[in-house]
């Protein structure tokens, strides 16, 4: 490997992942009456919806994961407003057509060997056929992906929030 200006390098970014992915906003919020209000109601106002929402509660502030059905308009609500945020990225799953379905993408997620951080409902259908679907943070996006389509799992992106 060598560094400098004839370093061949792959710079490439989170935009040039080639996983489906969806981004997450990461709101932090003061623990206080009407806070998480305030939040809800700049995305309602408007015609982008709250896809998927939780809150991570302590005792000084939360934590609002957040994903709205379309990512660029969601971050100039939350940039105009002026409040803290992060960014990550989440993998949907729709739920498969089964009598165990998180169980089943469990198990696909272990065998793969692939850590599951948290996992959570979306509020809303997703893409044309109003699938239900779950949010999950994962250790190996690249890994979780691959292995969640070999098993012929439907993963959905940003585009299938808006629909």
């Not at 469990?106 to 948290?118: F, P, Q, R, S």
């Not at 691959?146 to 439907?154: H, P, R, S």
Request: with cysteine.
């Amino acid at each position: 490997m060598s560094f400098g200006d004839k370093a061949e390098v792959d710079y490439a970014t989170a935009k040039g992942r080639d996983w489906p992915s969806v981004r997450q906003f990461n709101v932090f919020l003061a623990n206080r009456m009407g806070a998480l209000l305030d939040l809800v109601r700049r995305f309602e106002q408007t015609d982008i919806r709250v896809v998927s929402l939780t809150v991570v509660e302590t005792a000084d502030c939360a934590i609002i994961r957040l994903v709205p059905s379309d990512y660029e308009r969601g971050y100039e609500i939350l940039t105009a407003a002026k409040f803290a945020f992060t960014e990550s990225d989440l993998l949907v799953v729709k739920l498969p057509d089964d009598d165990h379905p998180l169980l089943t993408i469990m198990k696909a997620l272990l065998t793969a060997e692939i850590n599951v951080c948290y996992m959570y409902p979306l509020l809303a259908g997703v893409g044309p056929m109003g699938n239900t679907a779950v949010a999950v943070y994962v250790d190996d996006f690249e890994g979780a992906a691959a292995a969640l389509d070999t098993q012929g799992f439907t993963l959905f992106t940003e585009a299938d929030l808006g629909e």
